[in-house]
């Protein structure tokens, strides 16, 4: 029997930080290591051009996506590895979807009104981003997408437009369902307010840090003029980012871990965070793949992916009266 379909992927739009690894790619590697889903993770090239970006980094960008899949632990022969912008499909139904949905709908996404905060205007590809999103998901018959609860909005918003077709022109698409995940929020190392960033380097522990760099940013990052190490998120804001980075990279709990340092102070904790975080990071800084096994398995991937897109679309078309 074959298993239900899962999808989901990262953009391509910088270096990738211990934000995107506890939040996503941990836990596709989980996900496909379940064996319960035919997983598919893409490559949103599309999606990162909502953004500004320099055309002579892109091409490095998605490539380090890639790797960072491969080193985490997604191994091409258990998940389908593929590039948003290979299976032009899916722009495709991106526009067949925008011709349903209610500008309205697109501008209550509480992501858009984010970015819309304190700007007269942000390019079009913002507010139609769920849209794409959907035609990502919907096109390829997933059943499960991981999300966290940030993420369930546009999800939501996915499942209506499912809906909005199939009232329309007939039973086309399965709704998704969440899979919900266990996405550690992970913040900035000097401004617990703020999520880790790539826009403020300083602050943000990357995948590929050396450990000189890994072990500088922890020493600077701010905790409290306390010295107990004890989850607080009020009042000891930024040691508590520091324990949610600990127990998710130790599988420790909160608490083992504040037993583990009872009695001692800061310092005794930073170091065995560098310790951990530097272990952890391992694979991503030693990863080595040449671009030619690289678009190997992207070429696999691709294929895989588009055979499924275009016999999908040809359906979609046949719905909808085109030729």
């Not at 067949?96 to 509480?110: A, K, Q, S």
């Not at 600990?246 to 930073?270: H, N, Q, R, T, V």
């Amino acid at each position: 029997m074959a298993k239900p379909i899962l999808i989901s992927g990262i953009q391509s739009d910088g270096r990738l930080h211990l934000g995107n690894y506890l939040g996503a790619i941990k836990n596709f590697v989980e996900l496909q290591n379940s064996n319960k889903y035919d997983c598919y993770f893409f490559i949103a090239d599309y999606h990162s051009l909502t953004v500004d970006f320099n055309p002579e980094e892109k091409k490095n960008q998605v490539y380090d996506v890639v790797k960072a899949y491969l080193a985490a632990g997604i191994d091409p022969k258990k998940s389908t590895i593929f590039i948003q912008s290979h299976v032009p499909e899916s722009t495709e139904l991106a526009w067949v979807f925008n011709t349903l949905m209610p500008v309205g709908e697109l501008e209550r996404m509480t992501q858009f009104k984010d970015k819309m905060e304190n700007k007269k205007s942000v390019n079009t590809g913002l507010l139609t981003y769920p849209l794409l999103m959907a035609a990502d998901i919907l096109i390829y018959n997933a059943k499960f997408v991981p999300v966290g609860d940030d993420q369930l909005q546009h999800l939501e918003l996915t499942r209506s437009t499912a809906r909005k077709f199939n009232s329309k022109f007939g039973e086309t698409f399965i709704e998704p369902e969440a899979v919900l995940t266990k996405a550690s929020r992970v913040m900035s190392l000097n401004d617990p307010e703020k999520k880790m960033s790539k826009s403020r380097p300083i602050t943000c522990l990357f995948l590929d840090d050396s450990e000189k760099d890994i072990e500088k940013k922890i020493k600077r990052s701010v905790t409290d003029s306390g010295s107990e190490v004890k989850y607080n998120l009020k009042n000891k804001a930024g040691l508590s980012n520091l324990l949610s980075i600990y127990e998710a990279l130790s599988e420790k709990s909160i608490k083992e871990i504040e037993e583990k340092y009872k009695g001692k102070g800061y310092g005794d904790f930073k170091s065995d965070l560098i310790s951990l975080v530097a272990e952890k990071l391992k694979p991503f800084r030693e990863f080595k793949t040449g671009e030619e096994k690289l678009n190997e398995i992207i070429r696999a991937g691709d294929i895989k992916a588009k055979k499924m897109a275009s016999k999908k679309m040809r359906e979609i078309k046949d719905k909808i009266g085109l030729i």
